[in-house]
């Protein structure tokens, strides 16, 4: 049997999603609003809010939420697209060869670093419907994706990969955020111990009526198809859509079962292709991504590390 959802959590219609996500945008003039990540926002008195916010993470499923905080990803762009599945694949759900869906998509920086020049972590998180049907309410699947914890010098987020198995990385700017980060390593594994790995076992499941028919990719990564790049600092204003020159923003999608991190020999399954992009503040307090701890199939290449 299928792992049991949560009970209150009826699924979502993309049309639905997508209004709130585009209904709000931030005034672009003259600079986009940038939320600072500090280690006072994650505390209220004695509550641990970022330990709170893992849970939530865990345990809610809604795609919608009543207005919350993003105490790591804080700063984002929303965007809707469909997830294209075109490669013959060993893999079961959402990852079938011929699959297609609507997605509604977030890309993001971790903590305040956002702008060009420092080392920045990019992060990618996806909510895909198992429809073509914008008005069908189905229960959706979600991946989370990052590039590295403490970030890296990469100029630009389309020349980064972007994967479920993200680097540490290593910046003095990171110095400032020491109590960010003791905060970070001490809260997320009480919600799900594998803090530098995120299963693909959500989008595996999704249309198998049987467990053990499940076969999950262990290594999942994303990348820009193309870097035609829009030289902005603020990295949101380089990947919106509006800003593009091609209109697009075509994300490859590959998989792996390769163990060697330095050798991963990924395989392209198919794309990402995102039409439209907002940065919006139900982008960044209203959209939800559910994950699911470390389970199932797809763990077989796992290091003991993880």
């Not at 060993?90 to 080392?119: D, N, Q, W």
Request: charged share 25%; hydrophobic share 35%; net charge positive.
């Amino acid at each position: 049997m299928n792992t049991p959802r949560d009970k209150n959590y009826i699924g979502s219609t993309f049309k639905e999603v997508k209004d709130q996500v585009f209904c709000d945008p931030y005034d672009t003039l003259p600079e986009l609003p940038v939320t600072p990540i500090t280690i006072t926002r994650m505390f209220n008195l004695f509550t641990n809010l970022l330990l709170k916010a893992a849970h939530r993470t865990i345990k809610k499923e809604d795609d919608i939420l009543p207005y919350f905080e993003k105490l790591i990803h804080s700063n984002g762009v929303g965007y809707s697209g469909t997830w294209n599945i075109t490669e013959d694949n060993p893999y079961s759900g959402l990852f079938k060869k011929g699959t297609k869906a609507l997605l509604v998509a977030r890309a993001s920086c971790i903590l305040t670093e956002i702008m060009k020049g420092a080392h920045r972590g990019f992060g990618f998180a996806g909510k895909i419907f198992p429809t073509m049907d914008p008005n069908k309410k189905v229960k959706t699947g979600n991946f989370l994706l990052l590039n590295s914890f403490v970030g890296t010098p990469d100029r630009y987020f389309c020349d980064v990969e972007i994967s479920n198995n993200p680097v540490i990385g290593f910046g003095w700017n990171i110095a400032k955020y020491f109590g960010v980060l003791v905060t970070t390593l001490g809260s997320f594994p009480w919600a799900d111990k594998h803090l530098t790995y995120r299963s693909m076992y959500q989008v595996a499941r999704i249309g198998v009526e049987k467990e053990e028919m499940i076969n999950s990719p262990t290594w999942l990564m994303v990348k820009a198809r193309n870097n035609r790049i829009n030289d902005y600092p603020d990295f949101r204003k380089e990947i919106v859509v509006e800003n593009r020159t091609d209109g697009v923003l075509m994300l490859d999608i590959f998989t792996s079962e390769v163990p060697d991190k330095n050798n991963r020999q990924w395989q392209r399954i198919g794309y990402l292709e995102l039409k439209e992009s907002i940065v919006s503040n139900s982008t960044d307090h209203r959209l939800h991504f559910h994950h699911l701890k470390l389970r199932g199939s797809g763990l077989k290449n796992l290091p003991g590390g993880i």
